[in-house]
Structure formats: structure tokens, C-alpha cells
């Protein structure tokens, strides 16, 4: 009995990976026969202590669930553009970041729709929302709860804990900048731990549970920066410009009128906590993975072997870039309705990824270099 090549590299049967790392249905591409990196394998708890080998997993009924929430994406890319009006790329990433599992960090001016959008996320993703207005008296009982001293009907006085807004789902930071840093660090572990921990006990958060925070480029007197501990948590940092003229022609019509128009749910919590689960099984080419590795690595200036990049980067991107290229590539190409991501994701999603993760030197103020032209230089290999 023969065993075919494709399912001894861990490929799915019936299926391609092209040059670029793409999915595709059909035979096998000339250029590449490198195994995809996926969950396309189970393998139970009894099977790992038996020494059973994994079940592979069924290729076709991948697809299909992929093709079925690109579907649902559709729907619900359509509703917020309803209400969100010329941030198509915002909201793009905004939902990638959410798919992949991870938080938000936006940076914009006022009034350019950045606590609407976090508002009808909520709505259509079906996600409890609530909003937290950050300054520099926030303390972290307030965001995260408190204790308070009850007396029952028979005297007996016990602590209950009240829970604070970050018991929720889909939270909003607003002008995180602005609060303490003690505050940034009660917010920092919920980030990350997905729990808090008042006096003495932890208490779990509600899943899915992400933060959408925003910031000011403007205004700096009175805040606190973010250190990079905690700028590292966000998956991705989008900058949020204004609209083009009909874009903000369109919103001036809509939003002055005796209507209004609403957000409508379409999705649930539930069925945010499976499309994640499924943007980690989505197979990704091996031309992909190292051209992640490749990315990162470029934009350390102790191993780059760029001259822009050793005499420019004061410090460059750690291993948690390299984890979010890899989830937020799977979301985008869910999103476009696609069966594996390829180089053009990481490149499209390169800035909003690693542009908080590096800092320049002030050799690089003085040449007049930027973030942006860096990443450039670093994703120019790769397209």
C-alpha cells in the first residue's frame, strides 16, 4: 500500500500550495512540494499517552468551513461600512485583529468615528460592549472592581465583589495614554491573562474578551506613553486618517438627517470564539513561515543584514511579531474568503504589526528616516 507524498509532508489531499503559500484546489504546483503549517492534525490527550499517531483532518470540510464564514465576513464587513463610512482599511484590520484573537490600538485624531466603530463591533458581532474614558485620576478599582462590606438579614457581615467595565467583551480604552501607569498595568494583565486578580482572588474575564484602545497624536501634555511591555500586547496599531471627500460627503448626508442608520447583529460571542478556533487550522505555505522569519529577523539591528536597519533601529521587533504575522496573515485571508494566507498578507499587514514593536535611534531622526520607510526596506524582499 502506497502512502501519497502530500499526506506524508502534512498536506491536505486533492490540494496545492503555490509559490506564495496559497491554498489552492486542484494537483501540485511545479514550483514548491514543501509541507503547509497548520492544526491539520488531532490528536487527543488518551492518543498522546497511548503514542497513537494523530488523525489527520478533513481537507474538504476545511474549506468549506472557511468558505462559509468568508460568507459571513461579507455580511458583516457590509453592515459596519453601513454605519463606519470611509475607514474600509480600518475596518478590515479592526476585524483581523479580532479573528486572530488579539487587542487594538488605535491612533487618530477626534472625530473620525473611532468610538462608533468600537460601538458597532459590539452590535454586529454580538459582543457586550462597554467603554472606560481613561485620565490621569483612574484608578484601578475602577476599571477592574472592588470589594464592598454587605451585612445580611442576619447580621453577618462578608465581602462582595462588584465587577468593573472590563468585565466585558469588547472594551474601549479611550485616550489610554492618559491614565496612570498603575492603571496601564491593572490593564496590561487583564490583556494578557484574560483575568484579574482583587484582593487576593482571581476572577476570570468573559470570552471573547479584547480591548479596543485609542489614542491622541496631538495632544501629549498630561499623559503617560505606553511602555513597550504593554504596546507589545496590542496585535496591531492602526492609524486612523481622515476620510476621502465623498466618503465624508456620504456621512454628512447620512448623519444629519431625520434617520439614522442602525448596526444589526449578525454575528454571536459564540460564533466569534469558533471563527477563531478556525483562523488557527487554516494551512499556511512554508514559503509564508519564512518569509515571517525572514521579516522579523531583518528588523533586529543586532542580526539584520541591512545597513538602514543597524544604523537606524534603536530596537527591533521580539518573537510575539512573528506569532501575530502568523495569526493575522490566517485572518485576512479568511476574511477575503481565501483558503491560505501568502506573502501579500504579511507585507499588507507588516506596518500595522510592527510599527510598535521598533523604535529608530536618534541617528535616524536626524536623517529624517521613519518607521514606515524601515518596514518598507524590510518588506521589499518579500513582494
Not at 462588584?162 to 492603571?183: H, K
Request: aromatic fraction near 2%; hydrophobic fraction near 40%; proline fraction near 7%.
Amino acid at each position: 500500500m502506497g502512502v501519497d507524498k502530500a499526506q506524508e509532508q502534512g498536506q491536505p489531499c486533492g490540494s496545492r500550495v503555490s509559490r506564495h503559500g496559497n491554498l489552492t484546489k486542484g494537483g501540485r504546483d511545479d514550483d514548491t512540494d514543501r509541507p503547509i503549517i497548520g492544526e491539520q492534525q488531532t490528536l487527543s490527550a488518551q492518543d498522546i499517552l497511548r503514542g497513537q499517531p494523530p488523525v489527520p483532518e478533513d481537507p474538504q470540510r476545511l474549506m468549506e468551513e472557511i468558505e462559509a464564514l468568508g460568507d459571513r465576513l461579507a455580511s458583516v464587513r457590509d453592515r459596519i461600512g453601513r454605519v463606519i463610512f470611509g475607514q474600509h482599511e480600518v475596518i478590515d484590520r479592526t476585524l483581523v485583529t479580532l479573528l486572530a484573537g488579539g487587542h487594538v490600538l488605535l491612533i487618530g485624531v477626534p472625530g473620525l468615528a473611532k468610538t462608533r466603530l468600537v460601538e458597532t463591533l459590539g452590535t454586529v458581532l454580538g459582543l457586550a460592549e462597554k467603554r472606560i474614558q481613561c485620565t490621569p485620576d483612574l484608578m484601578p478599582a475602577d476599571i477592574l472592581g472592588s470589594e464592598v462590606l454587605e451585612e445580611g438579614e442576619s447580621g453577618r457581615r462578608s465581602f462582595r465583589f462588584l465587577p468593573g467595565p472590563v468585565f466585558s467583551q469588547l472594551l474601549m480604552a479611550d485616550e489610554i495614554n492618559r491614565a496612570s501607569p498603575r492603571t496601564q498595568s491593572a490593564l496590561l494583565q487583564a490583556m494578557q491573562e484574560h483575568r484579574v486578580s482583587v484582593a487576593g482572588q482571581y476572577h476570570p474575564l468573559p470570552e471573547p474578551f479584547h480591548v479596543l484602545a485609542t489614542q491622541n497624536p496631538l495632544e501629549q501634555e498630561g499623559t503617560y506613553p505606553l511602555p513597550e511591555a504593554q504596546l507589545d500586547r496590542f496585535l496591531m496599531q492602526i492609524d486612523v486618517d481622515y476620510p476621502d471627500r465623498e466618503a465624508e460627503r456620504r456621512m454628512m448626508i447620512a448623519t444629519t438627517g431625520s434617520t439614522d442608520e442602525r448596526a444589526v447583529t449578525v454575528l454571536s460571542a459564540a460564533d466569534l470564539l469558533t471563527a477563531q478556533r478556525l483562523v488557527r487550522r487554516v494551512p499556511v505555505g512554508e514559503g509564508v513561515v519564512d518569509g515571517i522569519l525572514d521579516l522579523v529577523r531583518r528588523g533586529r539591528p543586532e542580526m539584520s543584514e541591512l545597513l538602514e536597519v543597524r544604523q537606524h533601529v534603536a530596537w527591533g521587533p521580539g518573537p510575539r511579531a512573528s506569532q501575530a504575522l502568523m495569526l493575522a496573515a490566517r485572518a485576512r485571508a479568511v476574511l477575503d474568503g481565501r483558503l491560505s494566507p501568502s506573502l501579500d498578507d504579511v507585507v499588507a499587514l507588516a506596518k500595522p504589526i510592527l510599527k510598535h514593536r521598533m523604535a529608530l535611534n536618534f541617528a535616524a531622526r536626524a536623517d529624517g528616516v521613519t518607521l514606515d520607510d524601515v518596514i518598507d526596506r524590510l518588506c521589499a524582499p518579500l513582494m
